[in-house]
């Protein structure tokens, strides 16, 4: 692939409406809901790329925007990837950046007509998103974090994904199937051969990758497939039907979003610790 087609293949990330679309579709809503997919610009092994989890959760994203009125953002490509910065090509930014991103975002909408915020994470390494949704639905904003790890596991066994969330840590069948669906141009060989597995990871958070896999896998990305990653998006853009409804829900409120985003905002950066 020439360096052209790449340039094209990520712009087509961006969203193309115009303000006039935004315009037209708020009216037909009661209440506006965007959808900000974050992603990381991280090793994936040497077979995905280092933007796999951007292009990952704007593929979650797209899907979603397909099937529910929803204002979608261009992604937020460089976030918390600390643990991986071992290999080369790796970038991060802190935690308390990531928060102020996330914030002065939903800031903006909000002062623009957009109620609703929900953050399509693709990367496991952003704890803190869970954070920025507890904090905003206590004050009483209409907020969300997708997919909760709950999301991720129904949507694995409604795409018959072999590996377990646990296994599947980083690079592994969900990605890889993800990628071999909505991004088939950006894998190079490779993924047939890698499998890793390193179940206990309890270390992580000090050690880092680099402490359980030279490879920079965690997973078995030989079981992926397109018709996988065509399955697992359609799932997850199902689940998503809860996620709309209690947002724009005329009596969602700083009690029930703060109760309900304990839940979800915080299994979703850690039961699986997915990468």
């Known amino acids: 692939m020439s360096g052209s087609e790449i340039r094209s293949a990520a712009y087509g990330l961006l969203p193309t409406d115009t303000t006039e679309d935004v315009r037209t579709r708020g009216a037909g809503v009661s209440t506006q809901v965007a959808v900000l997919p974050v992603g990381s610009f991280e090793q994936h092994g040497a077979y995905l790329p280092l933007a796999t989890d ?35 090509g790796t970038v991060s ?19 623009s007509g957009v109620e609703a915020l929900v953050v399509v994470n693709g990367h496991g390494g952003n704890y803190v998103l869970g954070n920025v949704v507890q904090e905003a639905s206590a004050r009483g904003e209409r907020t969300a974090l997708f997919p909760a790890a709950e999301d991720w596991e129904a949507a ?15 690079a592994g069948e969900i990605e890889t199937s ?12 490779g993924y047939e051969t890698s499998d890793f597995i390193a179940d206990d990871r309890r270390h992580l958070l000090t050690l880092g990758m680099s402490g359980y896999t030279d490879s920079g896998v965690i997973g078995r990305p030989s079981l992926g497939s ?50």
Not at 156 to 170: C, E, I, Q
Not at 178 to 189: F, G, M, T, Y
Request: glycine share 6%; with cysteine; hydrophobic share 45%.
């Open 54 to 88: 951007t292009l990952v959760a704007c593929a979650v994203a797209r899907q979603i925007a397909a099937a529910y009125p929803v204002h979608l953002l261009p992604p937020v490509t460089i976030s918390c990837s600390h643990e991986h910065a071992a290999w080369p």
């Open 93 to 111: 930014i802190s935690s308390v950046t990531l928060h102020a991103v996330v914030r002065d975002i939903a800031d903006s909408l909000r002062r």
């Open 156 to 170: 694995r066994l409604d795409a018959g994904v072999v590996t377990s969330l646990l296994t599947d840590m980083h």
């Open 178 to 189: 993800i990628l071999l669906h909505a991004h088939p141009e950006s894998l190079r060989p």
């Open 226 to 275: 397109a018709e996988k990653g065509k399955a697992l998006l359609e799932s997850l853009a199902a689940s998503f039907g809860t996620y709309f409804s209690m947002l724009t829900e005329s009596g969602t409120g700083a009690e029930s979003g703060a109760e309900s985003e304990a839940g979800t905002g915080s299994d979703a950066g850690t039961a699986s610790d997915a990468e």
